[in-house]
């Protein structure tokens, strides 16, 4: 992670453009985290070439890269007022401390959007509705790094909007949005990847360990119900989700009671719309 966040840095600050290298790295981390899953595997055969579902996930990707996003942004810059500029020097109106060093704008980003982020994925888990949208990101009972962006179109754009709204309205800067979609993008892959990483206990309560998300991935319904929070752990504790991964031993990973969404990728898209609440994948959240 260090890696991709520092070549993000040097193409950056070398002029580099954006988008163009921003998609270098990307595709540079997921290659990298690819060939890592192979060679240290946490489940042997756990594989993206294994994984009949591999091919919707990453059509699930590309709707969310390809429409999702690029939509959601100026949607919402519309909804809260404001026009989000194009180069570091312009100012955007609120409060934003923009006289701060660029690493702690970023880092007071990742915490508000990490708040955001806590709350929209936990009304998620509660909302009949809005579950029939999210049931498709835990339908896996495989984990590997492409099911970080298998996530329903719907759901993406929404919860979009919800988190990058507070920011706007603060009058963050372009840059320190680029970052946070850069932290999310490396930190999203590892910690649904089949990667081999270990660490003492005490670093799940301060990091966001793939071992954390792995317990909110779990087939125990009240386990899924744990761990919100991407980016830090400390939004779970201070409002009880939080559940340790040495105490909360995974057994197996999906919905749970043998259900499942469909298989076909238009059926997956499909899947929330069905106007019968009885044909939910779950029941709604307590």
């Known amino acids: 992670m260090a890696g991709s966040l520092y070549a993000a840095w040097w193409g950056f600050a070398n002029g580099i453009s954006t988008p163009i290298w921003a998609f270098v790295v ?18 042997r055969g756990w594989s993206l070439f294994r ?6 996930d990453i059509g699930h990707g590309i709707l969310i890269g390809g429409i999702s996003r690029p939509v959601a942004l100026p949607i919402t810059v519309g909804l809260v007022g404001l026009v989000v500029a194009v180069d570091d020097q312009a100012r955007a109106r609120g409060p934003w401390p923009h006289s701060w060093p660029m690493a702690a704008q970023v880092a007071l980003g990742l915490l508000l959007w990490s708040l955001a982020n806590y709350w929209t994925h936990r009304w998620f888990h509660r909302v009949e509705r809005l579950w029939w949208f999210h049931a498709l990101h835990h339908d896996p009972t495989r984990m ?42 490396v930190e999203g892959t590892l910690a649904h990847s089949n990667v081999d990483m270990r660490f003492p206990g005490v670093l799940h309560w301060v990091l966001p360990t793939p071992q954390n998300h792995r317990v909110h991935h779990a087939g125990d319904r009240q386990l899924q119900d744990s761990n919100f929070a991407g980016i830090t752990p400390v939004w779970d504790q201070l409002f009880g989700t939080y559940r340790h991964p040495d105490r909360n031993p995974v057994i197996e990973f999906g919905l749970g009671g043998g259900e499942t969404v469909p298989d076909g990728f238009v059926a997956q898209l499909a899947f929330p719309f069905r106007a019968r609440p009885e044909q939910a994948v779950q029941q709604v959240r307590a």
């Open 144 to 185: 590997q790094l492409l099911k970080g962006n298998r996530i329903h179109i719907g759901e993406d754009f929404l919860r979009y909007v919800v988190i990058l709204a507070p920011l706007l309205v603060l009058g963050a800067s372009p840059r320190v949005v680029l970052w946070i979609a850069m932290w999310n993008n």
């Open 51 to 56: 994984d009949r579902q591999s091919f919707n």
């Open 26 to 43: 990307s595709t540079a981390t997921f290659i990298v985290i690819l060939a890592l899953e192979h060679l240290m595997p946490a489940v």
